[in-house]
């Protein structure tokens, strides 16, 4: 609450967002063009099926336009070895090789370390690379790999690296460096040019993966992942193509970077679920005693347990599917706003005193539920807009979506901390000492997260930018949920678990609702000065109010006040019987009130 949803409609906002892309996150399509045929992704890796699936990186590419592609695919941290630098004549140290200067016959890496004048990585096998004894004719077309050290001794990957040739017909299966290859090793030849072997469907099995050639010439290439990682392919040709990789995890079919959020969802449902219930009991304890504040906590609390759950649905539905579900799209959306609406609300009466230091908030109440109305339909409004309009359409419309909200958003932001400032004001002039300390904590703590967010803001725009280099997506997509739903989650979630905490039902409820005594004349004067600037509207916690018939406040007889060291003894002025002959009549009739001292 004290995060009070400050920003909490900006991860619905986030969340909507990706709706919308997240069908194609883990799937890229490689075409003909500086760095157009290179993509990387994260993956889980798996030695075995799980639920008949497996890890691996799957690749298809039909055979219209025909071409020779050069095809590799590689764990990131190993792409230092693709390629082999070169520098006058003589194959570079590893000590001095650094991220690829460049990719497959691409333009040159802006991330690359290589920093020697004079080197040039060559990076497929053709006339030049043979005629430097680079390769032999048996790669020719295949990406270089540096495979050995300095030493000559074979390395050590991260994974696998495929390094292949493909050459596609339009007519029928083509075939690829290693098959060929692989079929002159197993039938003991240094060449063979018929085409028998290699003109009908079949399927051919190489280290780290499977081919398939179909009826019509599309070739599929499918690459085992056995560990974890940033994995990518790298497609390159002289000619036009186009092909379609993905990227398949074996516990389902959420792209890799987004698989956490279904756990986080998770653990938050029973969190909140949690909290609910053992509120519940706190409160059946103290029943009696509880404040209308608490029991709209409780109903917040439990709105929240039913919002992660309906995440978690989510993301457990696309996990199963493969795409989004617009039903529970739907009713994210509505819970989501429905959330946030309730968060602003309850901070906004706490704010103003409701409960704690003003038992009503008379006409006030309707103008913050009417609030609290209009930006719930605000951010159903905003939530539409990004599930259902084209992300890359441009234009006014999008104002439509974004301008209640943001003008609702921010009546809510300038009134909260303006009766949050008024009321922490109004209790230091009572010197109401024990509440007082609960509305600083309150401040304090919304200003921690104020501060927190603008941290966020910072930091994910950092991330958002730095994002698009590869060496930074490489080290951090395990994180990626943290920047899209983690943070605000989290921070909502410790924010309100506190706030929680300080409001929790007690039998110390009644401290709520009571005013301190003044300790001498001259406080009680200064509490009396300060009385007179409350409205009627806003009645003061403790003072003597009755609804009539009509339901309007009317004020009870005027009463006098005995102070004493620990009690204050209310007795109205027509209950003194001042003139009656029998005193003992009238002081048995007489009513003392004695009220808590707190």
Not at 107 to 136: I, Q, W, Y
Not at 238 to 261: C, H, I, M, Q
Not at 300 to 321: E, I, P, Q
Not at 403 to 419: D, E, G, H, N, R
Request: glycine residues 8%.
């Amino acid at each position: 609450m004290a995060i009070g949803r400050i920003t909490r409609v900006l991860l619905a906002a986030v969340s909507a967002s990706l709706w919308t892309c997240h069908i194609l996150a883990e799937t890229g399509f490689l075409t003909n063009g500086a760095g157009d045929g290179f993509k990387c992704a994260g993956v889980y890796g798996s030695l075995a099926e799980h639920q008949g699936r497996r890890s691996a990186i799957e690749i298809e590419i039909p055979p219209v336009p025909p071409s020779d592609i050069a095809i590799a695919i590689f764990d990131y941290p190993d792409s230092r070895w693709i390629g082999i630098p070169v520098k006058e004549g003589t194959k570079l140290p590893d000590e001095q090789v650094g991220l690829p200067s460049a990719f497959i016959n691409s333009e040159r890496d802006p991330e690359s370390t290589d920093k020697s004048a004079g080197m040039h990585r060559f990076t497929v096998c053709d006339n030049e690379t043979m005629a430097m004894r680079l390769c032999t004719e048996i790669d020719r077309g295949r990406p270089l790999i540096n495979d050995r050290d300095d030493k000559g001794k074979p390395r050590l990957f991260n994974s696998i690296i495929y390094s292949d040739y493909a050459m596609l017909n339009r007519s029928g299966p083509g075939y690829t460096r290693l098959e060929y290859n692989q079929w002159l090793s197993a039938h003991n030849r240094t060449d063979d040019h018929s085409d028998q072997w290699r003109s009908k469907p079949r399927s051919t099995t190489l280290e780290g993966a499977t081919l398939e050639w179909l009826a019509d010439g599309t070739l599929k290439i499918r690459y085992l992942v056995n560990t974890t990682g940033y994995f990518c392919v790298n497609a390159a040709s002289s000619r036009d193509f186009t092909a379609r990789a993905e990227w398949v995890n074996s516990y389902g079919l959420l792209p890799a970077s987004e698989y956490p959020k279904m756990y986080i969802y998770l653990a938050l449902t029973i969190a909140y679920s949690g909290i609910a219930v053992a509120w519940a009991f706190m409160s059946w304890r103290v029943w009696a005693e509880i404040l209308p504040v608490q029991n709209q906590l409780l109903g917040l609390v439990c709105l929240l347990a039913v919002d992660m759950g309906m995440n978690f649905g989510f993301w457990k539905h696309y996990n199963s599917t493969g795409a989004p579900s617009m039903v529970y799209s739907v009713f994210t959306l509505v819970i989501d706003a429905g959330r946030n609406s309730l968060s602003f609300f309850m901070l906004l009466v706490v704010a103003l005193g409701w409960g704690v230091v003003r038992p009503s908030l008379g006409k006030t109440m309707i103008r913050c539920i009417l609030l609290a109305m209009v930006h719930f339909a605000a951010g159903c409004l905003y939530g539409a807009g990004i599930l259902f309009r084209d992300p890359h359409e441009s234009g006014p419309l999008g104002l439509v979506y974004v301008i209640p909200l943001s003008l609702s958003m921010t009546l809510f932001y300038t009134w909260t901390l303006s009766a949050i400032i008024g009321t922490t004001q109004l209790l230091a002039d009572r010197q109401q000492s024990y509440k007082l300390a609960m509305y600083n904590k309150l401040w304090r703590l919304l200003l921690v997260c104020l501060a927190l967010l603008f941290a966020f803001f910072v930091l994910n725009i950092l991330h958002t930018v730095f994002y698009n280099l590869v060496s930074v997506a490489a080290r951090s997509w395990k994180w990626r949920w943290f920047w899209t739903d983690g943070w605000l989650n989290i921070e909502y979630f410790v924010g309100l678990s506190i706030i929680l905490y300080w409001w929790r039902p007690t039998s110390q409820n009644y401290r709520y609702s009571l005013e301190e005594l003044a300790g001498d004349e001259q406080e009680a004067t200064d509490r009396d000065e300060a009385a007179d600037h409350d409205s009627f509207d806003n009645p003061r916690m403790g003072e003597n109010l009755e609804l009539d018939d009509l339901g309007i406040a009317t004020a009870m007889p005027k009463p006098v006040s005995i102070s004493g060291d620990d009690v204050r003894f209310v007795i109205h002025e027509d209950e003194l019987g001042f003139g009656s002959d029998d005193d003992d009549e009238d002081e048995h009739n007489r009513q003392i009130k004695p009220t808590a001292q707190t």
